[in-house]
């Protein structure tokens, strides 16, 4: 599966955006998928993500209340809905996906995931 995230860009603190992440070759069906962002100078780290059949979704404590992730079967997409944006938010924003349910405590890890997106920027301004 190939995975082309967008929707990022430039907003002020405060702002919100939506970023998109939709798979192409096959269906998210069986999938989890999850959102991950490395900004300047850190490590890659996890924001949220979501088994496809809706059991369960899973975000960091970071953005927990300001991000939802959110899917539309019909565009086989996954949204993440960015709310209250701060400057600490600024990063490459990743999609990534697992063709198997993950358990809630591996969600967070990246190796576990076998497909990535190019990433999309969000820069927050204060």
């Known amino acids: 599966v190939q995975l082309q995230a967008s929707g990022g860009g430039l907003v002020q603190a405060g702002g919100s955006l939506r970023l998109a992440c939709a798979a192409s070759?096959?269906?998210?069906?069986?999938?989890?998928v999850g959102w991950f962002r490395q900004g300047p100078g850190k490590e890659r780290e996890f924001v949220t993500a979501?088994?496809?059949?809706?059991?369960?979704?899973y975000a960091a404590n970071s953005v927990r209340g300001r991000f939802s992730v959110s899917r539309d079967r019909a565009k086989n997409t996954v949204y993440l809905q960015m709310n209250s944006l701060q400057p600490e938010d600024t990063a490459v924003y990743y999609c990534?996906?697992?063709?198997?349910?993950?358990?809630?405590?591996?969600?967070?890890?990246?190796?576990?995931?076998?497909?990535w997106g190019q990433g999309t920027l969000v820069t927050v301004s204060s």
């Open positions: 979501l088994r496809w059949n809706g059991s369960g979704t």
């Open positions: 990534a996906a697992v063709p198997r349910f993950l358990i809630t405590s591996m969600f967070s890890s990246s190796q576990e995931y076998d497909y």
């Open positions: 070759g096959r269906t998210f069906s069986g999938y989890t």
